[in-house]
């Protein structure tokens, strides 16, 4: 099945500097690749996320570039802010057949301090 | 306000009692998952479903039982077999399974065994 490793576990930056998760998968045939964002005793939430035929998606400060050859995809907050503050999650999922479901990396705890 | 409800938001069971987490959504989405959150673990997938009256397992189903009577309700019973029950349960639903399509989250439900 489907892995997904993700780097760093913590992170913490300065107000105003930028935010880098990286994510690598496995299985190549992975197509479909969302980074979710939670809050403190919240559920996820969906970001961003990016398509296989696509290399890199932005959303104002938020962007996500995706390497296929080498498997991995990252996320890239800049200018951060207090709110952006909490642990996010990628994921990697498989188009199509019964099996197919969201493989979720182990979560980076942001910390973004003024 | 469409979305998916998860109750109750806490949750304390005794020693070798099954108890059931509720998940509801309004979205008319065909697809529901049940993920399990411990700390530094990411998001494990316990259960899923397509369809009313069919579900899978995913990667941790043991302990764990669920139905889906109907399209809205995809409830998660943890049974007494589950080793190590306490956790942050999380319920999620997507348009399908398998196409790579944003999967919304409800708000969790903790569950501690006391």
């Known amino acids: 099945g489907e892995n997904v490793e993700q780097h760093p576990s913590t992170l913490s930056v300065q107000e105003g500097d930028s935010a880098v998760i990286k994510c690598t998968y496995s299985?190549?045939?992975?197509?479909?690749f969302p980074w979710y964002k939670q809050e403190l005793g919240k559920g996820p939430q969906l970001i961003i996320d990016i398509r296989s035929n696509v290399g890199e998606k932005k959303d104002q400060r938020i962007a996500v570039t995706l390497n296929k050859t080498a498997k991995h995809f990252s996320l890239h907050i800049t200018e951060t802010q207090p709110e952006d503050s909490a642990v996010y999650f990628c994921?990697?999922?498989?188009?199509?057949?019964?099996?197919?479901?969201?493989?979720f990396g182990t979560g980076t705890r942001l910390q973004v301090t003024l | 306000d469409g979305g998916i409800t998860q109750s109750p938001k806490y949750l304390f069971r005794k020693e070798g009692q099954n108890v059931t987490l509720s998940c509801e959504q309004n979205l008319n989405h065909d697809a529901m998952y049940w993920y399990r959150q411990d700390p530094g673990q990411g998001l494990r997938l316990i259960y899923y479903?397509?369809?009313?009256?069919?579900?899978q397992k995913g990667d941790i189903a043991e302990g764990y039982s669920v139905s889906r009577e109907k399209k809205e309700s995809f409830p998660l019973t943890v049974t007494s077999a589950q080793k190590n029950p306490t956790a942050f349960y999380l319920c999620?639903?997507?348009?399908?399974?398998?196409?790579?399509?944003?999967?919304?989250f409800g708000q969790g439900t903790r569950l501690t065994v006391v």
């Open positions: 299985d190549s045939a992975s197509n479909y």
């Open positions: 994921a990697a999922s498989i188009k199509g057949g019964t099996a197919s479901k969201l493989t």
């Open positions: 479903s397509q369809i009313v009256n069919d579900f």
């Open positions: 999620a639903s997507s348009i399908l399974v398998g196409i790579g399509t944003e999967a919304f």
